[in-house]
C-alpha cells in the first residue's frame, strides 16, 4: 500500500543508494531513493537534571537479593558466552542505594559516583519485570554502556542488550516504550559491529557518535556534506525519543536515522545472515519501497 506526504523543507538531498557490491541485491530493492533533513546539532544537550531526593543505602530482603544474584550470573553467563567478556569483577563492584523520585525514574548512575547503582524505592512494590529490565539496564550503564553524555544510541544499545540478556536466561524482557526506536537500532548496530562491546567496556567515556562518524567518514553520503554523522544521528534519535521538535514528521526523521544506522551496519561486512536479520528490524516498515518524486520546491513521498 503506497503513502503519499508532502513537505516543504529548508534544505533538502535527495540520493540513490550504493550497497556493498557483494550483497546488492540482498541489502537493496529496486526502488531505493531517500529524503533527508538537514537538521540543526542543537539538540545535543546531554543528561537533563532530575529531582532525586532521598538517597541512601539500600538494604534487600531475601527474595531481592536472591533475585539480583539470579539477574547477575543472567549478564555473567551472556557476556561470557557471546563475547568471550568476563564482567563479574565489574558487578562485584556494584554497591545498591536506594532513591526517591518525582519524575517517575527507576534507576540511574551517577558517573561521579561510580561504584552506586541507584533503584528508586517504588521498584520494590512495583511488577517483577519492571524491576528485572531496570535492574539489568541500569547494571549494563553501570560497566561501561554508558557514556557520560547520556546519548540516545546508548540507551538504545543498552536496551537491546538488557532485553538479549533476559531473554538468553528464560527470564523475559519487558521493555520500556520510551527507546523502542532507540532500542531497534541498538539491535542492528549489535547485530553488525562485533566489537561494540569491547568499545564500550574498554574505554572510560566512550563516544558512540565519535565512532559512527568516523566509521562513515569515507562513506558517499551526500546527504550529510559534513563529518558529524554520529551527531545527526543522536539528534534524530533524540527527538524520536523524546517528541522535540514538533513542526516535522516524525516519519522523516525515522527515515534518516535508518539509513545511517543502515550505512554504518553495511560498512562491517556483514554476512547474508546478518543482512537478513537487519532487514527484519528496520525502523520504517516501508523503508526499501520509499519513492520520491519532484514537483518545484514540493517533494512527494509515495
Given amino acids: 500500500m503506497s503513502m503519499t506526504r508532502k513537505i516543504m523543507l529548508l534544505t533538502i538531498a535527495l540520493m540513490f543508494l550504493t550497497g556493498c557490491s557483494a550483497n546488492k541485491n540482498i541489502w537493496e530493492s529496486d526502488n531505493q531513493v531517500r529524503i533527508f533533513l538537514n537538521l540543526k546539532l542543537d539538540s545535543l544537550n546531554g543528561e537533563t537534571e532530575n529531582n532525586f531526593f532521598n538517597q541512601k543505602d539500600l538494604k534487600l530482603d531475601d527474595a531481592f537479593a536472591s533475585q539480583i544474584k539470579k539477574l547477575k550470573k543472567a549478564m555473567i553467563d551472556y557476556f561470557s558466552e557471546e563475547y568471550a567478556v568476563d564482567i563479574t569483577d565489574k558487578l562485584d563492584q556494584q554497591q545498591l542505594r536506594s532513591f526517591e523520585s518525582n519524575y517517575g525514574t527507576y534507576g540511574y548512575v551517577n558517573p561521579d559516583e561510580p561504584q552506586y547503582l541507584y533503584l ?25 554502556f554508558r557514556a557520560h553524555n547520556c546519548y ?31 532500542r531497534t537500532l541498538g539491535y542492528q548496530i549489535l547485530e553488525a559491529d562485533k566489537d ?29 556534506k559534513r563529518n558529524d554523522t554520529g551527531e545527526m544521528l543522536e539528534v534524530l534519535l533524540d527527538n524520536l525519543t523524546y517528541e522535540t521538535i514538533s513542526n516535522i514528521d516524525p516519519y522523516y526523521m525515522a527515515l534518516q536515522a535508518q539509513e545511517i544506522v543502515r550505512a554504518y551496519c553495511q560498512t562491517f561486512q556483514p554476512t547474508t545472515e546478518e543482512i537478513s536479520s537487519i532487514r527484519k528490524m528496520y525502523l520504517v516498515e516501508d523503508y526499501e519501497n520509499v519513492t520520491i518524486k519532484q514537483d518545484g520546491d514540493m517533494f512527494i513521498i509515495q
Avoid: C, W
Fill in 120 to 144: 528508586n524505592v517504588d521498584l520494590f512494590d512495583a511488577d517483577a519485570d519492571l524491576f528485572n529490565n531496570t535492574y539489568v539496564h541500569e547494571s549494563l550503564h553501570q560497566i561501561g
Fill in 152 to 182: 540516545s544510541i546508548d540507551e538504545g544499545i543498552t536496551d537491546a542488550l538488557t532485553d538479549l540478556v533476559l531473554i538468553k536466561a528464560g527470564i523475559g524482557s519487558f521493555p520500556t516504550p520510551i527507546y523502542a526506536d532507540a
Fill in 196 to 224: 561494540i562491546v569491547n568499545f564500550y567496556l574498554d574505554s572510560d567515556n566512550p563516544d558512540i557518535t565519535e565512532r559512527i562518524s568516523e566509521t562513515l567518514k569515507d562513506v558517499n553520503m551526500p546527504f550529510l
